[in-house]
């Protein structure tokens, strides 16, 4: 048993319907110091308004340079079980499906080498195992990795300069309008480039995010350097008679969904609703609202966009197109996305600058010359709108005889 | 020799094996879902076989002891099999539609309230905070608590929203969550420039990277006391804490002077209008731990005037596009300030270049 805490300030947060991380500290603070020093430091910074983590140094286990997040206290004589508090990422199972019996078993490795806390999942998408001394890093590693006869071996997740775990919605496995299997590439990718995920040689992250149609689950187009979203080229598949049910449902069907398409390229005479799909650019508006009466054409495949972040360094950006449609069939080994990849990440590993993300390396090297570069050729699907100024750099080529 | 021999470069465990047997059966032939009440729905499958989803809030941050009492409730009534979502959530899943009752009442017991499905507000995805960050402007699980306390009646399906509605919040400016194309973005934000501890940076810190992690280039290497240091130009520091994260003898931390912003309007899904970055309503609101009522308010505030004047599947965004940005600070009350036109890259872009305008 631990010394019980007072902590009138983070007791109020155990108030209230919403489920309360306060209590989910508490349930493992009463036999575990580490977590008991967790919430009283917690319990300091609503005092003060200000955290009591500290950054830095190089911490990790043996061969790999990402996965653990150096963090210590900067109490360390008052809180001494978290003077050293690393995060600590375990790479997640495609879509984050778990069995209890798998479940049970992370339970008992982190209730062994750690404070008990998780976090079901970090932003990236990894399973995160809430604080862990520098000591316990590497026996908790050998414990998770370890090769046993009933039990899968888990390994760790990206951080720093390398390629994140990539992270996909639950696609195919549950949900009618996956256009790819998020979770066999998601899977694939992963398992390609360990070297990169592992060790740190990138000017700074790269993330890959596995949406399955444009609904985008795991916001791909916000927080990923590649952004592969699920796609169909031919038409949408309608059940009549079902889009006569919406509408005795309650739908208007004119009003709520040919009025919101946004290319308007939907009739509905209160008999038959027709698609001009020459102009649908799947927006996934008319088939979320009638899951039964339409759905996505079965030509399926990927839209490749890249560069989004975060706003740190240079701004936020959304990912752009970079390829408007690509198959992803499994028996391919997604050989087209991993030739991609790896054409951007020796363009941008040699000039990049440090912490650059792709997204902000294109913007300062200009679009075209990174699509020459990687060997992409330029199609207006890229842009929004083509240059609106005329200080157009221009090649040679322009002219018949390749010289003036 | 060791009890355990580690592996290296085995990446995660193959996700086939933890899939439930319908699962497994109908993998890419579902032909549509149902939303059947708040937090359950029903994917039925081409084969006619029926998969349901109970969905339970969570706060992200949960203990093992809680996780196995999930396993227990899932082995009771879902053959062992649960699963999260990318908005932390968690999904028990079965093919008994008899339990579905019974498993709902076991979760709510445990204090884990079911919900967040369809035109509803679903979990707020958030960051670390004080809980374990170390460039935190402020608590994250904390503010996210106080604000699902009173926007519950949105996650429960008890109050009814025009469109689906995504709160994301981040405790700095490094956004480790989709904060940044949010219906409702909640930011911590440093509002001065960061303090130089001189005496550990020249041991801490490699002045030339330190000088380059500046997005304005308001560091500049200097000498103070006869050491080898930097300085910094207070009015170009925009309070990023890039150079914090890069060297931790420039702390950006500062108790008084930190708070909380609140952005609107992003998306992320392709629906209707492409997807878009939020944009500032409120650029600062003091830390008032433990609950940061004021933050509350605000938000509470831009949810009930979105709901009762949005049209139907509008999201914010769309509903802020239609009527502009002078009525939607008009109708929440918000003053507009300096604070809210853009200054740094691209901020051209967003001035009005038009003069239609609604008068």
């Excluded at chain 1, 998780?118 to 890093?137: K, P, Q, R, Y």
């Excluded at chain 1, 949406?211 to 059940?239: H, L, Q, T």
């Excluded at chain 1, 950006?317 to 499994?330: A, G, I, K, R, W």
């Amino acid at each position: 048993m631990t010394e019980k805490r007072n902590t009138p300030l983070l007791d109020e947060l155990e108030k209230g319907p919403w489920p309360s991380f306060v209590k989910e500290i508490k349930k493992e603070a009463g036999h575990n110091l580490m977590t008991n020093d967790v919430l009283g430091i917690l319990e300091r910074s609503y005092e003060e308004h200000l955290s009591h983590w500290k950054h830095g140094g190089i911490v990790g286990v043996m061969g790999y340079g990402g996965g653990v997040i150096g963090r210590y206290c900067d109490l360390p004589d008052e809180f001494p079980h978290v003077q050293s508090f690393h995060t600590y990422r375990v790479n997640q199972p495609s879509a984050w499906f778990y069995t209890t019996k798998v479940l049970r078993h992370l339970c008992d490795i982190w209730e062994k080498y750690g404070s008990g806390l998780t976090n079901m999942h970090g932003s990236t998408g990894d399973i995160v195992f809430l604080g862990s001394s520098t000591e316990a890093l590497e026996p908790c590693f050998a414990e998770l990795s370890s090769k046993k006869d009933d039990m899968p071996s888990f390994d760790l997740g990206g951080s720093g300069s390398n390629m994140r775990t990539p992270s996909c919605c639950v696609g195919p496995a549950r949900c009618e309008w996956a256009c790819y299997d998020t979770l066999d590439a998601c899977y694939n990718i992963t398992q390609t480039f360990q070297d990169e995920l592992h060790r740190p040689f990138f000017p700074y992250k790269y993330k890959f995010k596995f949406a399955g149609c444009p609904n985008d689950c795991v916001a791909s187009i916000a927080r990923s350097d590649c952004s592969v979203i699920g796609v169909w080229k031919d038409d949408i598949r309608i059940n009549q008679e079902q889009v006569k049910e919406c509408e005795k449902a309650g739908t208007d069907i004119k009003a709520e969904i040919c009025d919101l398409c946004p290319t308007r390229c939907m009739e509905w005479d209160g008999e038959t609703l027709e698609i001009d799909n020459s102009n649908c650019v799947k927006c996934m508006h008319c088939i979320n609202m009638m899951p039964k009466a339409l759905k996505p054409g079965t030509e399926r495949g990927a839209t490749i966009l890249i560069g989004a972040k975060a706003p740190i360094v240079g701004g936020a950006l959304l990912s752009s197109v970079f390829v408007p449609f690509l198959e992803m069939d499994p028996e391919s080994d997604y050989e087209d996305l991993k030739e991609l990849t790896e054409a951007i990440w020796d363009l941008w590993g040699e000039h990049g600058k440090a912490r650059e993300r792709t997204g902000e390396f294109i913007q300062r090297v200009g679009l075209s010359n990174f699509l020459e570069e990687i060997g992409l050729d330029p199609v207006p699907e890229m842009v929004m709108y083509p240059r609106t100024n005329p200080y157009i750099f221009f090649d040679d080529e322009i002219f018949e005889d390749g010289a003036e | 020799m060791p009890e355990f021999e580690r592996q290296t470069d085995i990446g995660p465990p193959h996700y086939g094996q933890f899939l439930p047997e319908v699962i497994k059966k109908n993998y890419g032939k579902w032909d549509y879902h149902e939303i059947l009440k708040p937090g359950v729905m029903v994917h039925v499958a081409e084969s006619g076989d029926k998969l349901f989803t109970v969905r339970a809030a969570s706060p992200r941050l949960l203990a093992i002891t809680s996780i196995r009492k999930f396993c227990d409730i899932a082995d009771k009534y879902c053959d062992g099999h649960l699963r999260w979502t990318s908005r932390n959530n968690i999904e028990f899943l079965l093919t008994d539609e008899s339990k579905i009752e019974p498993l709902i009442k076991e979760i709510e017991d445990y204090g884990f309230p079911i919900g967040g499905l369809g035109a509803e507000l679903s979990n707020i995805v958030h960051t670390q905070g004080w809980v374990h960050c170390h460039s935190s402007a402020s608590d994250a699980s904390g503010v996210v608590k106080a604000v699902m306390d009173e926007l519950f009646p949105y996650f429960s399906g008890e109050k009814h929203l025009p469109a689906k509605m995504r709160i994301a919040y981040a405790c700095c400016l490094n956004m480790c969550g989709a904060v940044h194309c949010s219906d409702i973005a909640i930011l911590g934000v440093h509002t001065r420039a960061p303090v130089i501890n001189h005496e550990d940076l020249p041991k801490m810190c490699e002045i030339p990277t330190l000088v380059a992690s500046c997005p304005t280039g308001a560091i500049r290497p200097a000498t103070v006391d006869g050491k080898q240091t930097v300085e910094i130009v207070e009015e170009q520091c925009m309070y990023c804490g890039n150079c914090y994260t890069v060297c931790p003898a420039c702390t950006i931390n500062n108790a008084k002077t930190d708070g909380i912003s609140i952005w609107v309007g992003g998306k992320v899904s392709n629906s209707r209008v492409a997807p878009m970055f939020s944009k500032l309503a409120i650029p600062f609101i003091p830390n008032n731990p433990p609950r940061w009522p004021e933050v509350v308010k605000a938000v509470k505030n831009i949810v009930e005037t979105y709901a009762s004047n949005a049209r139907k599947h509008e999201r914010m965004g769309e509903w802020i596009e239609r009527i502009g940005w002078p009525k939607f600070f008009e109708l929440i009350g918000q003053p507009f300030t300096k604070y809210h036109i853009d200054d740094f890259k691209h901020a051209g872009e967003t001035f009005r270049r038009t003069a239609q305008l609604r008068h």
